[in-house]
């Protein structure tokens, strides 16, 4: 949807057309949900904070400034939603929820190590990411989930984008430590047979 | 370039922001360091896995229903935003100011009408004076506050006249720091025309007489 295609359906859910507002949901439920399940890990929870961000959404869409994406100002309700759902259940890491994993294909260059392999990777990596703090786990889901620069980022978080890009250095950091006395040799594995794919 | 000094640039590698020599040293070490080549494709794999895992649960169907659902029941509406905060803040900013300048000139105190008792002391130049011990109860009643703004007002007006005759005399100094040659030319009379602004009734400064040692004293 292109920003001039997306600012007449959002002046047209200002004026109470729930159509229009449809529209908005349907763009952007799957990314929002990706995220807050990722925050979460629990899909009730994150579906019950993605309707909650949407409703609050609708309710405050004349104080959204156009000059900001409106991604950036959705994730941004999300995440406030997401911090106090946190804060009550002080569930900060939690098991991963894979009750309703879907069929897709693993990525093509950790497949080539084998399926199970592929699988204990991930299932590490994502340990290791749920034991971040929410602004460092809320930085690298969306710097390398979202694509999101440090700036939107920060205005998601409420901080500078300086601060965030010390998030990200300090994620690195932490997931370093973590995974590099369990991972020494798979890594270089990965990194070569990769390699030797796109070569 | 060794290990603990490759480390310290990891991440402006992998951000993209390392260049120059430092490049060339790093990318020398990590050329020939298995345990750096290790650690930086273990980074570089767990941020394409981030950004490429798309696993996870699925939205339920009617998500987008329920959403619009609510919306309904709750009978809830886009609120109208009647100020931009924009505004607000800058003007809440300004409301005391404002409110002292109205207390200031359109409160209609006149001391003429005062009684004895009311009307603001004054000094034998008759200005108004404030006793310092009550200047913070003062500042609580409008009416003294209205006199001190007052009495600072006159003490100003008075003090501009003064600035002004005391102006003036500059440029007599600086004639006599001039030789005369140099007084008598056209250079010299732009001082007389600021002596013509700010003190016009003081009469035109005359050059001082040549005298027999008559150097450049500057």
């Not at chain 1, 994620?171 to 991972?183: D, F, G, I």
């Not at chain 2, 409110?99 to 209609?108: C, G, I, K, R, S």
Request: overall charge neutral; some cysteine; proline content about 6%.
């Amino acid at each position: 949807m292109s920003k001039a295609n997306e600012l007449k359906i959002i002046a047209r859910a200002r004026r109470g057309c729930g159509q229009a507002f449809r529209e908005l949901v349907d763009a952007y439920k799957e990314r929002l949900f990706a995220f807050v399940w990722k925050m979460t890990r629990n899909h009730h929870e994150a579906e019950d904070v993605c309707q909650a961000a949407f409703v609050k959404a609708y309710q405050s869409l004349n104080s959204y400034n156009e000059n900001y994406a409106f991604s950036t100002w959705l994730f941004t309700i999300a995440y406030r939603i997401c911090l106090n759902q946190l804060r009550k259940k002080r569930a900060l890491s939690g098991e991963v929820d894979f009750s309703r994993v879907d069929g897709r294909q693993p990525d093509a260059a950790l497949s080539v190590s084998g399926s199970e392999e592929a699988r204990r990777l991930r299932t590490l990596i994502w340990d290791a990411v749920d034991k971040l703090s929410p602004p460092q786990r809320t930085a690298v889901l969306l710097f390398y989930g979202e694509n999101q620069s440090c700036q939107d980022i920060g205005m998601v978080l409420g901080i500078p984008a300086v601060t965030v890009k010390s998030h990200l250095h300090r994620a690195r950091a932490k997931l370093k430590t973590v995974l590099s006395a369990e991972l020494v040799d798979d890594w270089m594995a990965v990194r070569d047979l990769r390699d030797s794919r796109s070569a | 370039m060794n290990c603990r000094d490759a480390e310290q640039f990891f991440d402006a590698y992998l951000d993209g922001e390392l260049d120059g020599s430092l490049r060339l040293e790093f990318d020398a070490h990590r050329l020939r360091c298995r345990d750096c080549q290790r650690q930086l494709a273990m980074l570089e794999s767990f941020e394409h896995i981030i950004a490429g895992d798309r696993r996870g649960p699925t939205l339920s169907d009617d998500f987008t229903d329920r959403v619009l659902g609510e919306i309904d029941r709750r009978g809830i509406r886009p609120a109208r935003v009647l100020l931009s905060r924009r505004f607000v803040v800058p003007a809440a900013a300004l409301l005391p100011a404002a409110a002292v300048l109205l207390l200031t000139f359109a409160w209609p105190v006149s001391h003429t009408s005062l009684p004895g008792s009311l009307a603001p002391p004054r000094d034998e130049s008759g200005f108004v004076v404030l006793d310092p011990a009550e200047l913070d109860t003062a500042m609580q009643d409008p009416i003294r506050l209205h006199d001190l703004i007052l009495g600072e007002a006159e003490r100003f007006w008075a003090a501009r006249g003064n600035l002004a005759s005391e102006a003036s005399a500059i440029p007599s100094y600086v004639m006599n720091l001039l030789p005369h040659d140099v007084a008598n030319t056209p250079i010299v009379s732009p001082l007389d025309a600021l002596r013509g602004l700010f003190a016009p009734g003081v009469p035109p400064i005359q050059a001082p007489e040549p005298t027999s040692a008559d150097e450049f004293s500057l």
